[in-house]
């Protein structure tokens, strides 16, 4: 039987979240943009490309067995799927949003009756029962924030990113409903059928993003400066250190250290002698 995996056809998490499958090892072929779903070449895998908003149903009924898509999207949909990794991409947050001119501060002083404005039906709703308020929801399916200068809605709850979008139509933030991120998601019944399959695909991409901020180091060291040399860079489980043929009086030393230390370490490295320093990005990391 072959895994059904869905990714965003389209959308602020397509680009990111091919980019991760191909990197993991899932070969998609030279053409896979202009397919709806392609069979990977290399594995027991077929890729559906889907509406972000589709794919937890999806799951949920059995019809694709894992997918990629935001944590905003399950919420919504109020399936009952497993995060089985966070994909660190896709970072945004659902907010309620209010004209400027409105003097509103927090969700609470929204009146009773107010027209509210979103393409998430089901988490405002449920939301502004949280806190007890009966609103109207007015369901749009984007430009949620030009609603109130049409008059079609008093207020909004919309994603926010940057928050520059909000700020160009004179609108600010008041009340953070949920945070949210790419995430890859399965159901119970989709692990008891492929378990296996599904945690080999997630950590072939949690290899991927753990590798994509780290550096292989390599440099040649004196050897009376090789302790100096392990404590600037102690690497996963301390450097590998190896001998440099027909140069007795250095050693090559060879580590993982973060991106964010590099320069730091570099310097650090020259400081007591190093030669021969090599930095390059790593495909994969699995620890």
């Known amino acids: 039987m072959t895994l059904k995996f869905g990714v965003p056809n389209k959308g602020r998490l397509n680009e990111r979240a091919v980019e991760l499958l191909t990197k993991a090892g899932l070969d998609l072929g030279e053409d896979f943009g202009r397919k709806l779903y392609i069979k990977a070449r290399n594995q027991d895998v ?33 399936s009952d799927l497993v995060n089985r990794l966070e994909l660190k991409f896709g970072y945004c947050h659902m907010a309620v949003a209010v ?11 929204i009146e009773d009756g107010a027209r509210i404005a979103t393409s998430y039906p089901n988490i405002t709703k449920r939301y502004f029962d949280s806190i007890g308020k009966h609103v109207n929801v007015i369901v749009v399916t984007g430009a949620a924030e030009v609603m109130p200068y049409l008059g079609i809605a008093d207020y909004i709850v919309d994603l926010v990113s940057t928050g520059s979008t909000l700020k160009m139509n004179r609108m600010v933030e008041a009340g953070n409903i949920i945070e949210s991120q790419a ?6 019944a989709a692990l008891a059928k492929y378990g296996n399959e599904i945690d080999e695909i997630a950590e072939s991409i949690a290899s991927v993003i753990t590798a994509e901020s780290k550096k292989y180091l390599m440099a040649n060291v004196p050897r009376d400066k090789i302790e100096d040399a392990e404590r600037i860079i102690p690497g996963l489980e301390g450097p590998t250190i190896l001998e440099i043929a027909g140069n007795p009086g250095y050693a090559a030393i060879h580590a993982v250290i973060d991106t964010k230390d590099a320069f730091h370490t570099i310097s650090e490295l020259k400081r007591i002698g190093a030669k021969g320093i090599l930095t390059t990005g790593i495909e994969r990391l699995v620890n």
């Open 99 to 109: 004209p400027e001119a409105s003097g509103i501060t927090d969700a609470s002083q």
């Open 183 to 188: 995430c890859v998601f399965t159901s119970e």
């Open 46 to 78: 077929e890729v559906l490309f889907l509406r972000a908003q589709d794919i937890p149903e999806f799951i949920a009924a059995g019809a694709i067995d894992m997918g990629i898509t935001g944590q905003d999207q399950v919420a919504e949909a109020g």
